[in-house]
């Protein structure tokens, strides 16, 4: 079962435009939020991450916001670079309450920014 | 430190073979997790040890699959009669309990059985 899902597999945005990227959740269990993003051959990284107690959190061009009541979130890139092309994973943990580290991941949203 | 190190990159095996990967983590983090990410998929977690304790296998372990992390350092992902089912890529990554920064992935190991 999908607990985490990113209904857009695909997004182009001009270069300098916003990026909004969005997350959907299930699990009423996750507290815990993050951003990765994958270049190719590559692992994941971490880009940015929120807790529950929070609705926004901001560091340099990203911003994660968090809609509990909707079980929904969403990244803002702004602005878009080139170099932001890459996949983009939303991931959701039980971590604060449960103690449970594992991440469930979406799966990805794939970003191009055209020149 | 030159973050997480996986062995090796790329794995062609016949199906019924066996195969083990290798997971060298950040030397100060006490978690270490895999997880397996086929084609456009998100990673699907596998298990995790914090220190040498294996605390959570995923339903998706089969009994052919076995993990170990000796001594908390270096872990091996074992496969055992691989199955094109199998292919795919396996990600390690490790993280400091209490962390906010999330977890730190290796570049993985890609899986193909033919």
């Known amino acids: 079962d999908q607990q985490v899902k990113q209904n857009s597999p695909s997004l182009s945005v001009q270069e300098g435009r916003i990026s909004i990227l969005n997350c959907d959740y299930t699990n009423s269990m996750f507290d815990y939020f993050l951003w990765y993003k994958k270049y190719p051959a590559e692992g994941p990284t971490f880009l940015i991450s929120?807790?529950?107690?929070?609705d926004k959190n901001e560091d340099g061009r990203f911003t994660v916001f968090l809609n509990k009541s909707a079980k929904h979130l969403s990244l803002h890139i702004v602005p878009s670079q080139p170099g932001d092309s890459a996949v983009y994973f939303c991931?959701?943990?039980?971590?604060?309450?449960?103690?449970?580290?594992?991440?469930?991941f979406g799966a990805g949203t794939t970003v191009t920014v055209r020149a | 430190d030159t973050g997480v190190s996986q062995d090796p990159r790329h794995k062609i095996t016949k199906r019924g073979q066996n195969v083990t990967f290798r997971c060298d983590p950040i030397?100060?983090?006490?978690?270490l997790y895999w997880y397996r990410q086929t084609l456009g998929q998100g990673p699907e977690f596998l298990t995790y040890f914090q220190n040498e304790a294996q605390l959570e296998k995923s339903r998706l372990l089969s009994d052919r699959f076995s993990a170990e992390r000796p001594k908390g350092s270096f872990s091996t992902l074992e496969i055992q009669r691989t199955e094109q089912g199998d292919s795919a890529m396996y990600l390690c990554?490790?993280?400091?309990?209490?962390?906010?920064?999330?977890?730190?992935f290796g570049s993985g190991t890609r899986l193909t059985v033919v």
């Open positions: 929120i807790s529950s107690i929070k």
């Open positions: 990554a490790s993280s400091l309990t209490g962390s906010d920064y999330g977890y730190t």
């Open positions: 030397s100060e983090h006490n978690r």
């Open positions: 991931a959701a943990s039980a971590r604060l309450v449960s103690n449970d580290y594992k991440l469930s």
